[in-house]
Protein backbone atom coordinates (compact mmCIF):
# COMPACT_ATOMS: atom_id res chain seq x y z
CA UNK A 1 0.00 0.00 0.00
CA UNK A 2 1.39 3.67 -0.95
CA UNK A 3 1.92 6.18 1.62
CA UNK A 4 -1.37 8.03 1.95
CA UNK A 5 -0.20 11.41 3.04
CA UNK A 6 2.97 13.07 3.88
CA UNK A 7 3.40 15.61 6.89
CA UNK A 8 6.04 18.11 7.40
CA UNK A 9 5.87 20.49 10.28
CA UNK A 10 9.39 22.81 10.91
CA UNK A 11 12.27 20.17 10.67
CA UNK A 12 9.47 16.89 11.87
CA UNK A 13 8.28 14.81 8.77
CA UNK A 14 5.84 12.08 8.84
CA UNK A 15 4.32 9.89 6.48
CA UNK A 16 0.65 8.18 7.02
CA UNK A 17 0.48 4.08 6.32
CA UNK A 18 -2.17 1.95 6.76
CA UNK A 19 -4.08 -1.36 4.77
CA UNK A 20 -7.39 0.31 5.87
CA UNK A 21 -8.22 3.59 5.43
CA UNK A 22 -11.69 3.68 7.78
CA UNK A 23 -10.65 6.51 10.13
CA UNK A 24 -7.79 7.53 12.47
CA UNK A 25 -7.42 4.62 13.81
CA UNK A 26 -6.64 1.93 11.01
CA UNK A 27 -3.67 4.28 9.58
CA UNK A 28 -0.42 4.88 11.22
CA UNK A 29 2.07 8.34 11.31
CA UNK A 30 5.58 7.47 11.41
CA UNK A 31 7.11 10.30 12.25
CA UNK A 32 10.75 11.75 11.61
CA UNK A 33 12.78 14.45 13.36
CA UNK A 34 16.28 14.68 11.31
CA UNK A 35 17.82 11.39 12.26
CA UNK A 36 15.46 9.87 14.89
CA UNK A 37 12.48 8.16 14.03
CA UNK A 38 9.82 8.27 16.37
CA UNK A 39 7.93 4.56 15.99
CA UNK A 40 8.19 1.86 13.42
CA UNK A 41 4.65 1.52 12.13
CA UNK A 42 2.77 -1.90 11.13
CA UNK A 43 4.29 -4.52 9.82
CA UNK A 44 2.00 -4.57 7.06
CA UNK A 45 2.95 -1.13 5.72
CA UNK A 46 6.30 -2.01 5.41
CA UNK A 47 7.49 -1.40 2.01
CA UNK A 48 6.16 2.52 2.65
CA UNK A 49 7.70 2.51 5.56
CA UNK A 50 11.22 1.22 4.34
CA UNK A 51 11.04 4.39 1.53
CA UNK A 52 10.19 6.79 4.00
CA UNK A 53 12.82 5.52 6.67
CA UNK A 54 15.46 5.09 3.89
CA UNK A 55 15.86 8.54 2.26
CA UNK A 56 17.79 9.94 5.73
CA UNK A 57 20.34 7.77 7.57
CA UNK A 58 19.22 7.03 10.65
CA UNK A 59 20.61 6.96 13.91
CA UNK A 60 17.85 6.16 16.83
CA UNK A 61 14.44 4.93 16.97
CA UNK A 62 12.40 5.73 19.96
CA UNK A 63 9.43 3.25 20.42
CA UNK A 64 6.37 4.69 22.81
CA UNK A 65 5.06 1.28 23.75
CA UNK A 66 4.95 -2.24 22.82
CA UNK A 67 1.79 -2.54 20.65
CA UNK A 68 1.98 -3.46 16.66
CA UNK A 69 0.87 -0.43 15.12
CA UNK A 70 3.98 1.14 17.00
CA UNK A 71 6.35 -1.38 17.14
CA UNK A 72 6.17 -4.09 14.24
CA UNK A 73 8.77 -3.00 11.79
CA UNK A 74 11.72 -2.20 14.73
CA UNK A 75 13.69 -5.41 13.93
CA UNK A 76 13.07 -4.49 9.96
CA UNK A 77 14.55 -0.91 10.93
CA UNK A 78 17.04 -1.89 13.46
CA UNK A 79 18.56 -4.30 10.31
CA UNK A 80 18.28 -2.01 7.97
CA UNK A 81 20.18 1.22 10.31
CA UNK A 82 21.95 -0.98 12.31
CA UNK A 83 21.17 0.15 15.92
CA UNK A 84 19.38 -1.04 18.60
CA UNK A 85 15.69 0.38 19.28
CA UNK A 86 15.36 2.45 22.52
CA UNK A 87 11.94 1.17 24.66
CA UNK A 88 10.22 1.67 27.67
CA UNK A 89 11.42 -1.09 30.28
CA UNK A 90 7.93 -2.60 30.69
CA UNK A 91 7.83 -3.23 26.95
CA UNK A 92 11.24 -4.80 26.18
CA UNK A 93 9.96 -8.43 27.36
CA UNK A 94 7.10 -8.08 24.57
CA UNK A 95 8.59 -7.06 22.36
CA UNK A 96 11.50 -9.58 22.59
CA UNK A 97 9.26 -12.83 23.15
CA UNK A 98 6.20 -11.54 21.51
CA UNK A 99 2.79 -11.39 22.93
CA UNK A 100 -0.76 -12.66 22.26
CA UNK A 101 -2.26 -10.09 19.04
CA UNK A 102 -6.22 -10.00 18.96
CA UNK A 103 -7.27 -10.97 15.25
CA UNK A 104 -8.75 -7.74 14.48
CA UNK A 105 -5.89 -6.00 15.00
CA UNK A 106 -3.59 -8.84 12.99
CA UNK A 107 -5.60 -7.89 9.98
CA UNK A 108 -5.30 -3.89 10.49
CA UNK A 109 -1.72 -4.41 11.25
CA UNK A 110 -0.23 -7.81 10.47
CA UNK A 111 1.89 -9.67 12.81
CA UNK A 112 4.49 -8.09 15.06
CA UNK A 113 8.25 -9.18 14.21
CA UNK A 114 10.08 -9.87 18.45
CA UNK A 115 12.77 -7.33 18.23
CA UNK A 116 15.72 -6.40 20.90
CA UNK A 117 15.58 -3.38 22.16
CA UNK A 118 17.45 -1.14 24.78
CA UNK A 119 16.31 0.89 27.69
CA UNK A 120 14.85 4.27 27.27
CA UNK A 121 17.31 6.37 29.18
CA UNK A 122 15.94 9.40 30.76
CA UNK A 123 17.39 11.85 28.35
CA UNK A 124 17.82 11.66 24.49
CA UNK A 125 18.78 14.19 22.56
CA UNK A 126 18.02 14.72 18.44
CA UNK A 127 21.07 15.53 16.10
CA UNK A 128 21.23 19.28 17.01
CA UNK A 129 21.26 19.10 20.70
CA UNK A 130 17.76 19.44 21.19
CA UNK A 131 16.82 17.24 24.46
CA UNK A 132 13.94 15.04 24.02
CA UNK A 133 12.15 13.62 27.20
CA UNK A 134 10.71 10.17 27.60
CA UNK A 135 6.94 10.95 30.01
CA UNK A 136 5.75 7.84 32.05
CA UNK A 137 1.81 7.67 30.70
CA UNK A 138 0.45 4.31 31.89
CA UNK A 139 -3.67 4.08 30.75
CA UNK A 140 -4.17 2.74 27.15
CA UNK A 141 -1.28 0.35 28.25
CA UNK A 142 1.04 -0.19 31.18
CA UNK A 143 4.18 0.56 29.20
CA UNK A 144 3.10 4.12 26.91
CA UNK A 145 5.73 6.87 26.74
CA UNK A 146 5.38 10.40 25.24
CA UNK A 147 8.07 12.73 24.41
CA UNK A 148 8.51 15.79 25.28
CA UNK A 149 10.59 18.81 23.61
CA UNK A 150 10.88 21.63 26.20
CA UNK A 151 13.10 23.56 24.05
CA UNK A 152 10.49 23.21 21.55
CA UNK A 153 7.21 23.02 23.38
CA UNK A 154 6.50 19.86 20.98
CA UNK A 155 4.86 16.58 22.49
CA UNK A 156 4.76 13.06 21.01
CA UNK A 157 2.10 11.91 22.72
CA UNK A 158 1.74 8.18 21.55
CA UNK A 159 -1.53 6.72 22.23
CA UNK A 160 -2.32 9.73 24.73
CA UNK A 161 -4.88 11.38 23.09
CA UNK A 162 -6.25 9.85 19.33
CA UNK A 163 -9.44 11.91 20.06
CA UNK A 164 -11.35 14.49 22.01
CA UNK A 165 -13.73 11.87 23.03
CA UNK A 166 -13.41 8.46 23.90
CA UNK A 167 -16.11 5.97 23.06
CA UNK A 168 -14.87 2.27 23.20
CA UNK A 169 -11.87 0.87 25.24
CA UNK A 170 -9.99 -2.54 25.19
CA UNK A 171 -10.22 -4.63 28.32
CA UNK A 172 -6.58 -4.07 29.69
CA UNK A 173 -7.41 -0.28 29.80
CA UNK A 174 -7.04 1.38 32.69
CA UNK A 175 -9.24 4.87 32.33
CA UNK A 176 -8.11 6.40 35.86
CA UNK A 177 -4.66 5.88 35.37
CA UNK A 178 -5.48 7.66 31.39
CA UNK A 179 -6.60 10.02 33.49
CA UNK A 180 -3.94 11.18 35.83
CA UNK A 181 -1.45 10.47 32.62
CA UNK A 182 -3.08 13.51 30.35
CA UNK A 183 -3.33 15.63 34.01
CA UNK A 184 0.32 15.13 34.31
CA UNK A 185 1.54 16.18 30.44
CA UNK A 186 -0.66 19.09 30.92
CA UNK A 187 0.97 20.30 33.44
CA UNK A 188 3.96 20.62 30.76
CA UNK A 189 4.73 23.72 28.67
CA UNK A 190 4.19 22.75 24.99
CA UNK A 191 1.67 23.79 22.37
CA UNK A 192 1.92 20.97 19.47
CA UNK A 193 1.05 17.79 19.73
CA UNK A 194 1.72 15.12 17.43
CA UNK A 195 -0.32 12.52 17.06
CA UNK A 196 0.38 8.61 15.01
CA UNK A 197 -3.05 8.67 14.21
CA UNK A 198 -5.20 11.86 14.41
CA UNK A 199 -2.03 13.49 12.96
CA UNK A 200 -0.79 17.49 13.73
CA UNK A 201 -2.46 19.31 16.36
CA UNK A 202 -0.77 22.99 16.48
CA UNK A 203 -3.71 23.81 19.60
CA UNK A 204 -2.46 20.46 21.12
CA UNK A 205 -2.77 21.61 24.81
CA UNK A 206 -5.94 22.78 24.19
CA UNK A 207 -6.90 19.65 22.63
CA UNK A 208 -5.98 17.21 25.08
CA UNK A 209 -7.55 19.70 27.48
CA UNK A 210 -10.82 18.67 26.03
CA UNK A 211 -10.25 15.08 25.92
CA UNK A 212 -9.87 15.26 29.85
CA UNK A 213 -12.62 17.70 30.11
CA UNK A 214 -14.76 15.30 28.12
CA UNK A 215 -14.17 12.34 29.61
CA UNK A 216 -14.71 13.76 32.94
CA UNK A 217 -18.40 14.70 31.69
CA UNK A 218 -19.30 11.45 30.37
CA UNK A 219 -18.02 10.14 33.64
CA UNK A 220 -20.14 12.51 35.49
CA UNK A 221 -23.03 11.16 33.67
CA UNK A 222 -22.26 7.80 34.06
CA UNK A 223 -22.14 7.69 37.31
CA UNK A 224 -25.74 9.75 38.08
CA UNK A 225 -27.41 7.09 35.81
CA UNK A 226 -25.89 4.59 37.89
CA UNK A 227 -26.92 6.06 41.38
CA UNK A 228 -30.15 6.14 39.76
CA UNK A 229 -30.66 2.99 39.21
CA UNK A 230 -30.44 2.62 36.03
CA UNK A 231 -28.38 -0.90 35.01
CA UNK A 232 -24.75 -0.36 33.17
CA UNK A 233 -26.35 -2.30 29.61
CA UNK A 234 -28.53 1.16 29.37
CA UNK A 235 -25.92 3.44 30.64
CA UNK A 236 -23.86 2.34 27.40
CA UNK A 237 -27.40 2.68 25.28
CA UNK A 238 -28.15 6.03 26.44
CA UNK A 239 -24.64 7.54 26.52
CA UNK A 240 -22.70 5.95 23.96
CA UNK A 241 -25.35 4.31 22.12
CA UNK A 242 -25.91 0.61 21.02
CA UNK A 243 -23.22 -2.29 21.00
CA UNK A 244 -21.58 -2.49 16.91
CA UNK A 245 -19.56 -4.35 14.92
CA UNK A 246 -16.39 -3.36 16.63
CA UNK A 247 -17.61 -5.13 20.15
CA UNK A 248 -18.75 -8.18 18.21
CA UNK A 249 -15.36 -8.42 16.09
CA UNK A 250 -13.31 -8.06 19.16
CA UNK A 251 -15.32 -10.69 20.87
CA UNK A 252 -16.23 -7.41 23.29
CA UNK A 253 -12.54 -7.01 23.75
CA UNK A 254 -12.76 -3.66 22.50
CA UNK A 255 -16.53 -2.15 22.99
CA UNK A 256 -18.29 0.74 24.61
CA UNK A 257 -19.18 -1.17 27.70
CA UNK A 258 -15.51 -1.54 28.69
CA UNK A 259 -15.66 2.49 28.28
CA UNK A 260 -18.36 2.92 30.48
CA UNK A 261 -17.44 0.48 33.26
CA UNK A 262 -14.28 2.39 33.53
CA UNK A 263 -16.09 5.35 34.31
CA UNK A 264 -17.72 4.22 36.61
CA UNK A 265 -14.80 3.33 38.41
CA UNK A 266 -13.02 7.03 38.28
CA UNK A 267 -13.20 9.18 41.75
CA UNK A 268 -10.67 11.88 40.54
CA UNK A 269 -12.89 14.84 39.08
CA UNK A 270 -10.21 17.14 39.02
CA UNK A 271 -9.29 18.98 35.93
Known amino acids: MPIRKKYQFENVEGVRVGRLNSGVNTTFIVYRIGDTLIDAGPINQWRAVKG ?12 THHHEDHSSNAASIAKLANIVPFAPELSQKKLREG ?13 PQPVITQTMPDELFLEDGTKLVPIHTPGHAKDLHCFFLPEKRWLFSGDLYISKSLRYM ?6 AQLLDSIRSVLKLDFEVLFCPHRGILEDGKQALTAKLENILTLCRKAQDLKASGTETPQ ?24 MIEEALKVTDFSA
Open 52 to 63: FVSEKPIRQLLL
Open 99 to 111: YKTPILQKLIWGN
Open 170 to 175: RSDENL
Open 235 to 258: IVVELLGPEDMMARMTGNNFSKRN
